[in-house]
Nanobody, 122 residues
Framework: QLQASGGGLVQAGGSLRVSCAAS????????MGWFRQAPGKERELVAV????????YYADSVKGRFTISRDNAKNTVYLQMNSLKPEDTAVYYC?????????????????WGQGTLVTVSS
């Protein structure tokens, strides 16, 4: 089970870190991804991280502002979000890349966690 936390209300330009903690199974060998879904929009990929943390991918919309990281000892993946914009407002979800291929597609992920809401005010 994956549980996202750390969301909240922040002003534009501010920072927030969301966490995704796994329980019941280890994710230390899994490629993990963060997604987000804004109201009325489709869920979109935000960032992906390899099991070691050495390989990362970011959507163009967040590149240079967001950083994905992980602590395998804590079975947790993080998303540090800086220079937040109102358009970053969404529910943020974490999930496992089912085949470990750094998939960009929603269907490539399973073990979805419950999301955490991030609201950025202008």
């Amino acid at each position: 089970q994956l549980q996202a936390s750390g969301g909240g209300l922040v002003q534009a330009g501010g920072s927030l870190r969301v966490s995704c903690a796994a329980s019941g199974r280890s994710i230390s060998l899994d490629v993990m991804g963060w997604f987000r879904q804004a109201p009325g929009k489709e869920r979109e990929l935000v960032a992906v991280i390899s099991w070691s943390g050495g390989i990362t991918y970011y959507a163009d919309s967040v590149k240079g502002r967001f950083t994905i990281s992980r602590d395998n000892a804590k079975n947790t993946v993080y998303l540090q979000m800086n220079s937040l914009k109102p358009e970053d407002t969404a529910v943020y979800y974490c999930a496992r890349d089912r085949r470990g291929t750094y998939s960009r597609e929603l269907a490539g992920y399973d073990y979805w966690g419950q999301g955490t809401l991030v609201t950025v005010s202008s």
